[in-house]
């Protein structure tokens, strides 16, 4: 799932969560955008996916810094492993 565009995907959410916000105020605009969804439902599932979205960014900052770590450790053990191995190319 890291070749997922999370910037991109945030925007997105952010940008149907402001226009939910615009269409607050009439229902029938509302209606036709959405399909007689309630606005509030849209602006609980773009905080939802923007959760997921930081969850799974953060995650992948962690990986990436267990990977550099277990590099590290490999190479002051005397390992020598090719990066690309590190890198789980």
Same mark, same amino acid.
């Given at each position: 799932?890291?070749?997922?565009?999370?910037?991109?995907? &945030?925007?997105?959410?952010? &940008?149907?969560?402001?226009?939910?916000?615009?269409?607050?105020?009439?229902?029938?605009?509302?209606?036709?955008?959405?399909?007689?969804?309630?606005?509030?439902?849209?602006?609980?599932?773009?905080?939802?996916?923007?959760?997921?979205?930081?969850?799974?960014?953060? &995650?992948?900052?962690?990986?990436?810094?267990?990977?550099?770590?277990?590099?590290?450790?490999?190479?002051?053990?005397?390992?020598?492993?090719?990066?690309?191995?590190? &890198?789980?190319?």
């Amino acid at each position: 799932m890291s070749n997922i565009d999370k910037r991109a995907q &945030k925007e997105l959410y952010a &940008k149907v969560e402001q226009q939910a916000h615009s269409l607050r105020g009439n229902p029938r605009e509302y209606q036709v955008v959405t399909g007689l969804c309630p606005v509030n439902v849209i602006e609980m599932h773009a905080k939802k996916i923007q959760a997921l979205l930081d969850e799974l960014e953060a &995650k992948d900052k962690q990986i990436a810094g267990l990977k550099e770590a277990f590099s590290i450790a490999l190479s002051a053990a005397g390992i020598d492993v090719p990066a690309a191995a590190c &890198k789980g190319e």
